[in-house]
């Protein structure tokens, strides 16, 4: 079966520093990985996605995420944060029967 | 109107009430979902629809009932709900033979069961 681990619930950082958000997936066959944000109130919206293409993949707002089947990963990263970022991440695979599986989310604090 | 929509955005119903939540998409998509988002808990898939048929119940309770009337609007109706069910219901859709299986989510009603 295909699951997401986000490896941490909360990732502080200071506006203008990098920012890191760990994912690891499993998966009986090659995955289709995406990531949304949801800032508080409003629904999800998607960043990136991964459709065994190009494995370092490019999203909205100057985040992209990597992904390295020898690691099982799906990292979201973004070389300098900003105050909108703060937001919670989802790191989600697609079964491919029309099923998204969620990972349980991290949520990024952009720190002045 | 561009996107799924969802109205009310907010709800407040008493356990013996009786309601509808209603999600609306504009991206020409085929399939459609529920999901509910409680506190410190993964999204659960409530229910999917696809080509105007139900092809996923999850083990949701009967007080939950879901209508897809056509490829655009998806509601949700309610009735004699627990406290438990208080949580932010999203919609969402996507192409029902779309190879990635992207949705696009609206942005949800905040339901409070008293």
């Known amino acids: 079966a295909q699951s997401v681990t986000q490896l941490d619930s909360h990732v502080s950082v200071s506006e203008g520093t990098p920012v890191l958000l760990r994912c690891n997936y499993s998966?009986?066959?090659?995955?289709?990985l995406f990531w949304y944000v949801q800032h508080p109130n409003k629904g999800l919206q998607l960043l990136l996605k991964y459709t065994s293409a190009a494995t370092l993949v490019k999203g909205i707002n100057g985040f992209e995420a990597e992904f390295k089947k020898s690691e099982t990963s799906f990292h979201l990263t973004k070389p300098s944060a900003h105050m909108s970022d703060a937001a919670e991440y989802f790191c989600?695979?697609?079964?491919?029967?029309?099923?998204?599986?969620f990972g349980t989310g991290t949520r990024l604090l952009v720190s002045p | 109107e561009t996107g799924v929509t969802q109205t009310p955005r907010h709800l407040v119903m008493g356990m013996t009430n009786k309601k509808s939540l209603k999600c609306e998409q504009h991206?020409?998509?085929?399939?459609m979902y529920w999901y509910k988002q409680s506190a410190k808990k993964p999204l659960e898939l409530m229910f999917v629809y696809s080509l105007e048929e139900r092809v996923e119940n999850n083990s949701v309770p009967s007080r939950f009932s879901p209508e897809c009337p056509n490829s655009s609007h998806l509601f949700l109706h309610l009735h004699t709900l627990q406290p438990e069910d208080s949580a932010l219901y999203l919609c969402?859709?996507?192409?029902?033979?779309?190879?990635?299986?992207?949705?696009?989510f609206g942005p949800g009603t905040r339901l409070t069961v008293l």
């Open positions: 989600v695979v697609s079964t491919g029967f029309q099923k998204l599986v």
């Open positions: 991206l020409g998509h085929n399939a």
């Open positions: 969402a859709s996507s192409q029902a033979r779309g190879t990635y299986n992207e949705q696009f």
């Open positions: 998966s009986s066959y090659s995955p289709s």
